[in-house]
């Protein structure tokens, strides 16, 4: 069993930034890859980054490449998402995963077993 848990989110204004972490427990934090997914009122969950066990691969959505980077620390079991000049349109809730299949891609939310709880992130106009 893995337990994610997010924080770092928060309210800011377009253009600020925030850097979210994820916190894992359990399972050997390191074997896994990682990803970031968002839910914004109404829509369904929505890819954002991910990144391998190694971290040595990174994959973002189109929406957020080149203001997102994911990163990870296995020594300290965490995994972050620095979010650089935020839009009103990435106001959502932010979600950590860790991927347990590789039948599809990597931006599939099938692909992840093991959710965290979810920080809210709300970019004001």
């Known amino acids: 069993q893995v337990r994610l848990v997010e924080s770092g989110g928060g309210l800011v204004q377009a253009g600020g930034s925030l850097r979210l972490s994820c916190a894992a427990s359990?399972?050997?934090?390191?074997?896994?890859?990682m990803g970031w997914f968002r839910q914004a009122p109404g829509k369904g969950r929505e890819f954002v980054a991910a990144?391998?066990?190694?971290?040595?691969?990174?994959y973002y959505a189109d929406s957020v490449k080149g203001r997102f980077t994911i990163s990870r620390d296995n020594a300290k079991n965490t995994v972050y998402l620095q979010m650089n000049s935020l839009k009103p349109e990435d106001t959502a809730v932010y979600y950590c995963?860790?991927?347990?299949?590789?039948?599809?891609?990597?931006?599939?939310?099938?692909?992840?077993?093991?959710w965290g709880q979810g920080t809210q992130v709300t970019v004001s106009s």
């Open positions: 990144i391998s066990w190694r971290a040595g691969s990174t």
């Open positions: 995963a860790v991927r347990t299949s590789f039948v599809g891609y990597y931006s599939d939310y099938e692909e992840y077993a093991y």
């Open positions: 359990g399972r050997t934090f390191s074997s896994y890859d």
